[in-house]
């Protein structure tokens, strides 16, 4: 596709469920991050891949969250027994190696 | 240590030019970025600095001095539309991640 794809744009989830959020990058973009944004807030840093490998998970704010990236390509975000706090939007990005990113128009996670 | 400083908010004219200044501390540098980000929606780039000096794109210009660990990004002729957040972000070295200031809300008013 043109641009960043992610889905769903919005989901709402009950407390302790399970999320899967998906992000399709610009078809040849070896990089592949996700941030998290609070309302008002700037970007949180979760995880980037290069390629199907993480070399920095640092961000990932508990061991409920995982990430992982497929054939290169398509990346899933997933949150484990989800809490009122993860409730936020949550961005995916691509770029070639060291250059400008792009970002999707994210997914917008409300936890009751 | 990473540390990003920005203005937290910035107010200026329809018309007049305007300087959303960052200054950043990190262990290196590899690269200085500027984003859009209009409210609600996802950031957009617009500029890149990784050697001193003044990078030009219409209404729209950024600076970086590696030295003093400073960038500017400078707005000219504002409009109505230039109301946002402008993020300053610096790819830390010897990767691919980016470190993100928390923006300066610009309003433009009329």
């Known amino acids: 596709g043109a641009g960043v794809s992610q889905s769903p744009s919005n989901k709402v989830t009950e407390k302790g469920k399970d999320v899967e959020l998906r992000c399709d990058p610009i078809?040849?973009?070896?990089?592949l991050y996700w941030y998290r944004q609070s309302l008002g807030q700037g970007l949180e840093f979760l995880i980037y891949f290069q390629g199907n490998s993480a070399p920095d998970k640092s961000g990932l704010p508990s061991d409920r969250f995982s990430a992982e990236r497929t054939g290169g390509s398509v990346s899933t975000l997933t949150i484990q027994r989800t809490q009122q706090e993860d409730s936020a939007v949550y961005l995916c990005?691509?770029?070639?190696?060291?250059?400008?990113?792009?970002f999707g128009p994210g997914t917008r996670l409300t936890v009751l | 240590g990473q540390n990003i400083d920005q203005p937290t908010e910035m107010t200026a004219t329809e018309g007049a030019i305007v300087q959303i200044n960052c200054t950043y501390q990190t262990s290196g540098f590899n690269g200085l970025f500027w984003y859009q980000q209009h409210a609600g929606e996802a950031p957009t780039f617009l500029s890149y600095n990784v050697l001193d000096g003044l990078e030009e794109k219409g209404r729209f210009s950024s600076f970086l001095s590696r030295s003093k660990g400073y960038s500017y990004l400078l707005l000219k002729e504002l409009q109505m539309k230039d109301s946002a957040s402008y993020l300053c972000a610096v790819r830390a070295p010897g990767t691919y991640k980016y470190i993100f200031g928390t923006g300066t809300r610009l309003k433009v008013l009329a």
């Open positions: 990005a691509s770029s070639l190696q060291g250059e400008a990113q792009y």
């Open positions: 078809s040849g973009h070896t990089a």
